[in-house]
């Protein structure tokens, strides 16, 4: 099954979807949802729709009173930053999302991309930045910090647990991810969602899990070390870029949500448990309460592509 094939049947499922959306969430008088926005493989200097994207991410934000937005990596092609000075900050970031309701906390992963260049750099950017927000290689943000205890959000470094960027010992990938300790970070995650009372648990970083994107594919390192711990700890969603497409998988109770269009895109194609996918330049969009999630695609020109409301007990509703 193709994109195409799943993009035009996920039409009518969105519509269905919009209308449980009311019910599920948009009725709800108690508590105001918790909304956010996602993406991926971005940072091109405006070109490759990116500027687009960004247009679109402008409205959506102003129109769904958007929380914050959750970058999963790749910030900044071809070799990541420098430094705080480095000039794409400007010309891939602060002059690209610049409209007033993208000037909210920006969620931040480090992508392959970014460790080709000075990951520390993105980290201590956010000293300086009003909204880019990345305390270290691996972080949590609890509700209470969002303003919405519901959801616990937990971003990975993936990078350090690719095998193959070890392999060229002289290559300035290789430099940065081996002075990585991949044990910690598990420890790290396997005790923090442990801890984690919220209703939500979403788990973000870079590198796939499962994914039919041409490009990479699933990424056997996280399918072995990652995705045990995400089901273990009975996490909802993980949030994910690395391929250059929009996918939603189910698999074992795990949806998968794939937001890599921010700029390039790649072709992909239907695997097993795909709910979605498509090749086209965009981004997603998240609102949840307590007990459920609307999940959104749109693309670069603002058409939403897909729709879905995913209950915490992990059934998609089209």
């Known amino acids: ?11 009518v499922a969105g519509l269905a979807a919009g209308a449980v959306l009311s019910t599920a969430i948009g009725a709800r008088a108690a508590a105001k949802p918790l909304d956010f926005l996602m993406i991926g493989d971005w940072g091109r200097d405006g070109a ?46 602060e002059d690209v999302y610049t409209d007033p309701a993208l000037q ?31 305390p270290a290689r691996y972080f949590k943000v609890s509700g209470a910090e969002l303003g919405n205890p519901t959801m616990d959000l937990f971003v990975i470094d993936t990078s350090p647990l690719v095998h193959k960027y070890r392999d060229k010992v002289q290559s300035v990938i290789a430099q940065n991810v081996m002075k990585q300790d991949v044990r910690a970070q598990l420890a790290w ?78 072709p992909v194609a239907s695997v097993k448990g795909t709910q979605f996918c498509l090749s086209r330049s965009g981004f997603g969009a998240i609102s949840l309460d307590t007990d459920a999630m609307a999940l959104e695609f ?21």
Not at 66 to 77: C, E, K, M, P, T
Not at 109 to 132: E, K, V
Not at 249 to 261: E, H, K, Q, S
């Open 1 to 11: 099954m193709s994109f195409e094939t799943v993009n035009r049947r996920t039409v």
């Open 48 to 93: 490759e729709h990116q500027r687009d994207v960004a247009v679109q991410m402008g409205k959506a934000s102003a129109t769904r009173s958007s929380r914050f937005v959750l970058a999963v990596g790749d910030n900044f092609y071809d070799d990541g930053v420098d430094s705080i000075t480095d000039p794409q900050w400007k010309t891939s970031f």
């Open 104 to 134: 909210i906390p920006w969620q931040v992963a480090l992508g392959n991309h970014d460790y080709r260049g000075n990951p520390q750099a993105q980290i201590d950017y956010a000293a300086t930045s009003s909204r880019w927000r990345m």
């Open 189 to 266: 995650l396997d005790k923090a969602l442990g801890e984690s009372t919220a209703a939500w648990k979403i788990v973000a970083g870079h590198h796939t899990v499962r994914s039919g994107g041409s490009g990479h594919g699933d990424t056997p390192e996280l399918v072995e070390m990652i995705k045990p711990i995400l089901e273990r700890h009975r996490v909802q969603a993980y949030i994910a870029g690395h391929d250059h497409d929009m996918q939603h998988i189910v698999d074992n109770g795990v949806d998968y949500i794939l937001c890599g269009a921010g700029s390039e895109v790649r």
């Open 298 to 318: 749109r693309d670069f020109t603002g058409a939403t592509v897909y729709q879905r409301v995913i209950t915490r007990e992990r059934r998609a509703v089209a």
